[in-house]
């Protein structure tokens, strides 16, 4: 897909990070754009934003949606057709996501399942609704963030991330299955796989919000502004690499460098002793 101009893109997610970035850029190309996200006013403000000074024919619309739940996914599908006079979508951004649920053994079910919920059932209801619209797309694109932690299910140390990295392993095996399923049966779709490391995003006080938890502003702040990759940039690499042709898009030089690290030697993934020292290319 060599250009975005005059095509339709779905984007969850939308309301704030790589979401937000991926709606504003993709309109400034001249795609227009419905995007959704459990936050009305940060879903508005988006569309908002992404409207101003876009090419002529390219509109950018606003949608409340919980992706965890598949009568809201299809009403979300519903909404954007009538409100691009559309019969099919050209692109589809499977990016909502949520934290927390770090412990399966310690925090409660509840807890976990909510991040499970969005984080896999998410991506896999977009898919059930979305796919037949990219299949009458002449060539049509979908793409799903999975994470670092799709292929490295920790945070180090102390820090279990079970629910969200669980999710995320599901995301990856689904999107490399559907290769040879669309190659088969639907050879103009393909599916890209985004990988990001630490991009600074506001999903630590988004996801606390999900949960009906306070947002913890100075650390979300934390986590923002102290990231090495910004949203902006973010959304770049994954809209250039969709561009390419690439199926498989990692994002930010430290999810680099931790793919090649766990790649090389797979038995020392979680000897944090040996795996530091394949991050600092030091010899085993």
Known sequence: M????????????GGSGMGRELVRQLAAAGCSVATCDLAADS?????????????????????????????????????????HAADHVDLVFSNAGIGVGG????????????????????????????LPLLIKSPEGVLVNTSSVNGFWATLGPGIPHTAYSTAKFAVKGFSE????????NAPHVRVVLVMPGHV????????????????????????????PLSAADAAAIILDGVRSGAWRILVGEDAERLDAAV??????????????????????
């Open 2 to 13: 060599d250009s975005f101009a005059g095509k339709l893109a779905v984007v969850t997610g």
């Open 43 to 83: 879903v508005a403000r988006t569309a908002a934003l992404a409207g101003e000074g876009v090419p002529a024919d390219t509109t950018v619309t606003g949608h409340v949606c919980d992706v965890s739940d598949e009568a809201r996914v299809l009403r979300f599908r519903d909404e954007l057709l009538e409100a």
């Open 103 to 130: 412990s399966f053994i310690n925090e409660p079910r509840e807890v976990w399942e909510r991040t499970f919920a969005v984080d896999w059932w998410g991506v896999y209801y977009c898919a059930r609704a979305f």
């Open 177 to 184: 299955a559907l290769i040879e399923d669309l190659r088969t």
């Open 200 to 227: 600074g995003t506001d999903i630590i006080a988004n996801s606390l919000r999900a949960h009906g938890m306070p947002a913890a502003d100075e650390l979300n702040a934390d986590f923002r502004d102290n990231a």
């Open 263 to 284: 790649r090389a030697n797979p038995g020392a993934a979680y000897d944090y002793a040996e795996l530091g020292k394949a991050l600092r290319g030091e010899a085993r």
